[in-house]
């Protein structure tokens, strides 16, 4: 079975820094691009980064942009994304997905929960 | 960016019920949309990819369907276990952007 199990949620003060993991299972994520997806609090969902699988092309949303670092282990089979200068606008929970692109389908992970709050 | 603009939300029905939802994107969008159920405290589901095409073990009462600008999820027998927020989602260009979301509740 395939398994995205992110990690590194916490509580933290605005203008703080978290780093978040994804390490899969069953799937070899070397050969996906992969993306960050966020939920705030009772909203809808929000895509905030891409890398490709070589890691030279990503994309950002404009609410992170300059503030998050998406990046890639293929070796560790991981996704990671760091996440600076916390606001409290980005209190959400915080899917790794590959996503579902040209008639491949794509996995998601169960989320990590990211509290910005003094 | 490309808009995704859902209706309607929420969405009251009874069970058996057909129900639709649709999805107007702001510029042409080609086939790249995909549909998403979520319930509570859960991640995302894929139900549909590419407009119409059913992600295995989805059951056969959701459709889609749709072209270009205007899309449609539809179900053709609404049931209990569908209570939900269904999503749609466009991957034509970054940055990739969800529909609002319609909640469907049973009336």
């Known amino acids: 079975d395939v398994q995205l199990v992110e990690s590194g949620g916490t509580l933290v003060q605005p203008g703080g820094s978290v780093k978040l993991s994804c390490a899969a299972s069953?799937?070899?994520?070397?050969?996906?691009?992969l993306n960050w997806v966020r939920q705030a609090p009772g909203k809808g969902l929000e895509w905030v980064a891409h890398?490709?699988?070589?890691?030279?092309?990503?994309h950002y949303a404009d609410s992170v942009k300059g503030r998050f670092t998406i990046s890639r282990a293929n070796d560790k089979n991981s996704v990671y994304l760091q996440m600076n200068s916390l606001k409290d606008d980005d209190t959400a929970v915080y899917y790794c997905?590959?996503?579902?692109?040209?008639?491949?389908?794509?996995?998601w992970g169960q989320g990590t929960s990211v509290t910005v709050s003094s | 960016d490309i808009q995704m603009t859902q209706s309607p939300s929420p969405l009251s029905a009874s069970v058996g019920d057909r129900v639709t939802i649709t999805c107007q994107a702001s510029?042409?969008?080609?086939?790249?949309l995909n549909w998403y159920q979520q319930k509570p405290g859960q991640a995302p589901k894929l139900l549909i990819y590419?407009?119409?095409n059913l992600e295995t073990g989805v059951p056969s009462r959701f459709s889609g369907s749709g072209s270009g600008t205007h899309f449609s999820l539809t179900i053709s027998s609404l049931q209990p276990e569908d209570i939900a927020t269904y999503y749609c989602?466009?991957?034509?260009?970054?940055?990739?952007?969800f529909g609002g979301g319609t909640k469907v509740e049973i009336k």
């Open positions: 510029q042409d969008i080609r086939n790249y």
């Open positions: 069953g799937v070899t994520l070397s050969v996906y691009s």
């Open positions: 590419d407009v119409s």
């Open positions: 989602q466009q991957y034509d260009n970054f940055p990739v952007t």
């Open positions: 997905s590959v996503p579902t692109i040209f008639g491949r389908r794509g996995y």
């Open positions: 890398i490709n699988t070589g890691g030279n092309v990503i």
